[in-house]
């Protein structure tokens, strides 16, 4: 069951299998952060290829910013708890320099994922979006629609992955399998490098 604040998208598919892939299914939970609105995906990697699990949003609530991460931090928590994960992927910051306010709330929304991965013993691995993006549309300057249609493909899904704050979140996960995982078999003990 879900907190108040967590929204969820439904399950996936298996799709083909990979070139080489961890003996045991391992799920990673990937995050979209954002002071309102926080993307996550969760996908199972293995040897059938990677599938979605659950993806959905964690929504902010209250006025001050202490009780709208304090939201964000249950939220991810009980995604942890639920789904369990064996390691986590996060979106780096994209830094504007017009906007240095912006990307200094969305560090705060960052710090409170990373202080429930660290509670809860994960892995996490940090990725930019221009390389989560690349990866997955050949593009480092990906749409949102294009993201979304290259995590359907990825994952096999009937329809695009909404919000795409979920498709996002699970655009992390899926470049965390195959940079991380997918390609490097001793990783699925999960002992990989934490920034990418």
């Not at 080489?20 to 299914?25: K, R």
């Not at 919000?163 to 001793?186: E, F, G, N």
Request: charged share 20%; proline share 7%; glycine share 10%.
């Amino acid at each position: 069951m879900r907190a108040a604040g967590v929204e969820t998208a439904g399950e996936g598919v298996p799709v083909a299998r990979p070139a080489v892939a961890p003996a045991t299914p391992c799920r990673v939970v990937g995050f979209d952060p954002g002071l309102d609105v926080t993307g996550y995906g969760v996908v199972e990697c293995g040897r059938d290829g990677v599938r979605l699990v659950e993806a959905g949003t964690v929504r902010s609530r209250g006025t001050s910013i202490e009780d709208r991460l304090v939201t964000i931090h249950s939220g991810v928590r009980e995604v942890i708890d639920e789904l369990r994960p064996h390691a986590m992927a996060v979106e780096q910051l994209f830094v504007h320099s017009r906007y240095p306010r912006t990307a200094i709330l969305m560090g705060h929304a960052r710090g409170v994922i990373c202080l429930a991965a660290a509670q809860a013993s994960l892995v996490v691995t940090h990725y930019p979006p221009a390389r989560v993006k690349r990866l997955l549309t050949g593009s480092g300057r990906a749409d949102k629609g294009q993201m979304q249609r290259a995590v359907q493909r990825e994952l096999g899904l009937p329809a695009l992955p909404e919000p795409a704050d979920a498709a996002d979140a699970l655009a992390v996960a899926i470049t965390d399998w195959h940079l991380r995982l997918r390609l490097s078999p001793a990783a699925a003990a999960l002992g990989g490098t934490r920034r990418r």
